[in-house]
């Protein structure tokens, strides 16, 4: 079958082939701590054999639920943060029409699946709010504790809106709640009030979690296979065994962490379609908040292409030469769109006449690189034949092994996010949460 690929020849200015192969016997003793869970945050790493081991019985029951969310919802709100939203988000973008929210609903299978706890804002929450008035809507609030504040404030409003607007007892079966197995705050409101309920696996950390039910149950919602999403998953694990440069993985993370040990402290990661913004999204919190920690780190960017070379590409081509590119490829356009010609020609384009706009995108593409290459800027390429759920499911397990490649090549824990409680701690001190009273004196007397 057709797979993604890793292509690295546009780096080799930078490092050479045996600099990436010298860093080979630390990446495959980073890999056998991934598959014997032998290295730091070993306790986290459900999502390794994850896709192989998922029940027929979760699918079919993920499928189910999401059937009867859209047969009786004309919208779905899920709330989450970070992991808890972007993975879904991602892979929703990706495989769906860009304008389906403007277009009629028409097909049975899809559902316009919203998103909310993923900041405070006051006005997105309002307008949100206003649209789901009088609408038939359900919910899905994925939180481990339901207790983050985020999540937790979208669905306190939504929650009582529902129960305003269809009564307590319906609400109850339009609330999905996916949690701790047993214990939180969460766990405790679904049990009491009836809500469905899957499991957030303890030993599967969030920015992980988008190929469990986390991901799943709303991708399921909008329409799109999951089967697909995790068989391609299921073949890319399988290709990612063995400490080789076969092993995708296995190599983007050896040439990354070359370029990093080279000077190269920041990674741009490039799409050349829209529908792939929010792709680089989840892919910045992965590589990001795994990789961030004891000092290190490579920074993760990232563009969206051809219309940030209007912004960005200036800087790229010019500044500072401490990055790096990764460009994500998309060999195959779904649909097909050719350039007319024009009698009077006044923009000078007849010259592109009877060729795809896509055909125009990849010239694009190519050009970008090589300028960039002759800028000085190495060049990864990682090539995805479509945007169908089973290419889609390869390159998340693809850039998730990676990520444990790469977090144990700069010797840090991947799996774990200390510097993520430093704001949490302030905010609650600064609201004067209960519990807080020292922290809120303190904070006060520096502001």
């Known amino acids: 079958m057709e797979t993604i690929k890793v292509n690295v020849k546009d780096v080799l200015q930078t490092v050479t082939g045996e600099q990436i192969q010298a860093l080979n016997p630390e990446a495959a003793a980073a890999l056998e701590k991934l598959h014997k869970g032998t290295g730091l945050g070993s306790d986290f790493l459900g999502w390794v054999n994850l896709p192989s081991e998922t029940p027929e019985s979760l699918v079919a029951d993920i499928e189910a639920v999401a059937k009867d969310l859209r047969e009786k919802c004309e919208f779905v709100v899920a709330i989450g943060i970070g992991g808890s939203y ?25 559902c316009n699946v919203l998103f909310a706890g993923q900041n405070i804002g006051e006005d997105y929450l309002n307008e949100l709010q206003d649209l789901l008035k009088d609408k038939n809507f359900g919910i899905v609030v994925i939180s481990k504790s339901g207790t983050t504040t985020e999540p937790a404030i979208a669905f306190r409003l939504l929650k009582e809106q529902l129960e305003k607007q269809v009564g307590k007892a319906e609400a109850a079966k339009r609330i999905v709640a996916i949690t701790d197995e047993k214990r939180g705050a969460l766990r405790q409101l679904a049990t009491e009030e009836g809500y469905k309920t899957f499991v957030i696996a303890d030993n599967v950390g969030g920015r992980f979690s988008v190929l469990t ?6 991708i399921a919602v909008a329409g799109f296979d999951i089967r697909k999403l995790l068989a391609g998953a299921c073949h890319m694990e399988a290709a990612t065994k063995e400490a080789n440069d076969e092993n995708p993985s296995f190599l983007y993370a050896t040439t990354r962490n070359a370029l990093y040990r080279a000077g190269k402290k920041i990674e741009i990661m490039v799409n050349y379609n829209p529908k792939l913004h929010y792709f680089g999204e989840w892919w910045k919190q992965l590589y990001g908040e795994s990789e961030g920690k004891d000092g290190k780190g490579i920074y993760p960017a990232s563009v969206d292409n051809s219309t940030d070379l209007h912004s960005m590409g200036q800087w790229i081509q010019d500044g500072e030469r401490t990055i790096f590119e990764t460009v994500l490829s998309v060999e195959k356009a779904d649909k097909t769109t050719v350039i007319p010609s024009d009698e009077a020609n006044l923009d000078g384009l007849n010259y592109l006449a009877g060729k795809r706009v896509d055909e125009v995108n990849k010239m694009a593409e190519l050009g970008t690189r090589l300028a960039h290459v002759d800028g000085k800027v190495p060049n990864l390429r990682v090539t995805i034949p479509a945007l169908k759920e089973e290419y889609l499911g390869e390159l998340i397990y ?16 991947p799996f774990n996010q200390p510097g993520v409680e430093a704001y949490k701690k302030n905010m609650f001190a600064l609201l004067e949460k209960p519990g807080y009273e020292a922290e809120t004196a303190a904070i006060k007397s520096r502001i």
């Open 86 to 110: 972007l993975g879904a988000k991602a892979v929703i973008e990706a495989l769906s029409d860009s304008f389906s929210s403007l277009r009629d609903k028409g097909d049975a299978r899809r």
């Open 213 to 218: 039910p986390v991901g799943l149950l709303p």
């Open 398 to 413: 693809f850039f998730e092994k990676a990520c444990g490649i790469s977090g144990y090549l700069l010797d840090v824990n």
